[in-house]
């Protein structure tokens, strides 16, 4: 489990103006005081997973069809050590499966392990698009009042989706 230390200054931390103009700061020690926090690792669990941005860019890239870790490399622009280590950890939490053909290390998303963080993330999509339905109605009816020549565009794309 990694440790993160979160410090607390009361007081004494201070803007300071030096050199040319230049602000750096400064700080007295008086009142400070650390206390050290157990973090969860980043491979414990899918969620922790994904939070890794990378993790995010790899599982993007084979959500369409399995991929050669060769083509994750190439595509990502990241290093063959690091989506190595990114894939490790995604298959650990079930994420991402591999199979091998010859030599070559195929990988593909596991739709089932995904599911839970997709119906996570639908809750709070469920409330993003009822807020910005809200920000329309309003918009549109202050249109309304200030334009009452203008007629509301109508997007046949977003008024057709239920969530």
């Given at each position: 489990?990694?440790?993160?230390?979160?410090?607390?200054?009361?007081?004494?931390l201070?803007?300071?103006?030096?050199?040319?103009?230049k602000?750096?700061?400064?700080?007295?020690?008086m009142g400070?005081?650390?206390?050290?926090?157990?973090?969860?690792?980043?491979?414990?669990?899918?969620?922790?997973?994904?939070a890794?941005?990378?993790?995010?860019?790899?599982l993007?890239y084979l959500?369409p069809?399995?991929?050669?870790?060769?083509?994750?490399?190439?595509?990502?622009?990241?290093g063959?050590?690091?989506?190595?280590?990114?894939l490790?950890?995604?298959r650990?939490?079930?994420?991402?499966?591999m199979?091998?053909?010859?030599?070559?290390?195929?990988?593909r998303?596991?739709?089932?392990?995904?599911?839970?963080?997709?119906?996570?993330a639908?809750?709070?999509?469920?409330?993003?698009?009822?807020?910005?339905?809200?920000?329309?109605?309003?918009?549109e009816?202050?249109?309304?009042k200030?334009?009452p020549?203008?007629?509301?565009?109508?997007n046949?794309?977003?008024?057709?989706?239920?969530?």
């Amino acid at each position: 489990m990694d440790l993160n230390v979160y410090c607390h200054y009361p007081a004494g931390l201070r803007e300071a103006v030096g050199e040319k103009g230049k602000k750096r700061l400064t700080y007295s020690y008086m009142g400070m005081y650390c206390r050290v926090m157990a973090r969860a690792a980043t491979t414990s669990d899918a969620f922790n997973a994904v939070a890794e941005p990378r993790r995010r860019e790899i599982l993007n890239y084979l959500a369409p069809r399995e991929r050669p870790v060769g083509d994750i490399v190439a595509t990502l622009d990241l290093g063959q050590p690091s989506v190595s280590k990114h894939l490790r950890v995604l298959r650990n939490v079930g994420l991402v499966q591999m199979r091998r053909d010859g030599r070559q290390k195929l990988y593909r998303t596991n739709a089932e392990a995904i599911r839970p963080l997709h119906e996570w993330a639908s809750t709070f999509e469920r409330y993003w698009q009822h807020q910005l339905n809200r920000v329309k109605e309003r918009a549109e009816a202050k249109m309304k009042k200030d334009r009452p020549d203008l007629k509301p565009r109508r997007n046949h794309d977003s008024d057709s989706t239920e969530h």
